[in-house]
T-cell receptor, first 114, second 110 residues
């Protein structure tokens, strides 16, 4: 049973470019959440997708957008990259309609903006 | 006020010591609570869920105080392998976002 998988694992981009990160949830999970974790900080919630719709959003600008596909996989897109976007981007999957839902994390994509 | 706050740390303790972490949350409607562990440059992994009645898993004990809106994690007989960052996690309804605290770093010293 594959857990949460993210791709790519590492990425280097230039300021102003656009990037797409991908996530496949754990088998049986239908909800995908994205987090940004800067060095030395806790993960910051970006947004959550369920039934192919954005359900919740954290305090991130519109440059951050996402998508969920019918197979529950998800993409995170960041436009007009800034140096401050350099971080570990974590994807977590969980099961909706479950109060005590445990979130399973992928290993993350480490994005460096130069 | 931040939604979830934790002891800033870092905590540097000798092997065998007992250490306790506290976490407070601002949303009284929060329903589920967890402690996650994150090793350096790795993804967070669930350590334990936190229930109102308190729960224990070996050397780890987690407690929830809804009235005061705080969660605690107690680690007894610390091991070198306990060195990590411990993240307090709070969630609301099933569709609600999962909020992480900033984490507390623990270093267990020989």
């Amino acid at each position: 049973d594959a857990g949460v998988t993210q791709s790519p694992t590492h990425l280097i981009k230039t300021r102003g470019q656009q990037v797409t990160l991908r996530c496949s949830p754990k088998s049986g999970h239908d909800t995908v959440s994205w987090y940004q974790q800067a060095l030395g900080q806790g993960p910051q919630f970006i947004f959550q997708y369920y039934e192919e719709e954005e359900r919740q959003r954290g305090n991130f600008p519109d440059r951050f957008s996402g998508h969920q596909f019918p197979n529950y996989s998800s993409e995170l897109n960041v436009n007009a990259l800034l140096l401050g976007d350099s971080a570990l981007y974590l994807c977590a999957s969980s099961l909706a309609l479950s109060i005590n839902t445990e979130a399973f994390f992928g290993q993350g994509t480490r994005l460096t903006v130069v | 006020r931040k939604e979830v706050e934790q002891d800033p740390g870092p905590f540097n303790v000798p092997e065998g010591a007992t250490v306790a972490f506290n976490c407070t949350y601002s949303n009284s409607a929060s329903q589920s609570f967890f402690w996650y562990r994150q090793d350096c440059r790795k993804e967070p992994k669930l350590l334990m869920s936190v229930y109102s009645s308190g729960n224990e898993d070996g050397r780890f004990t987690a407690q929830l105080n809804r009235a005061s809106q705080y969660i605690s994690l107690l680690i007894r007989d610390s091991k070198l392998s306990d060195s990590a960052t411990y993240l307090c996690v709070v969630t609301g309804t099933s569709y609600d976002k999962v909020i992480f605290g900033p984490g507390t770093s623990l270093s267990v010293i020989p």
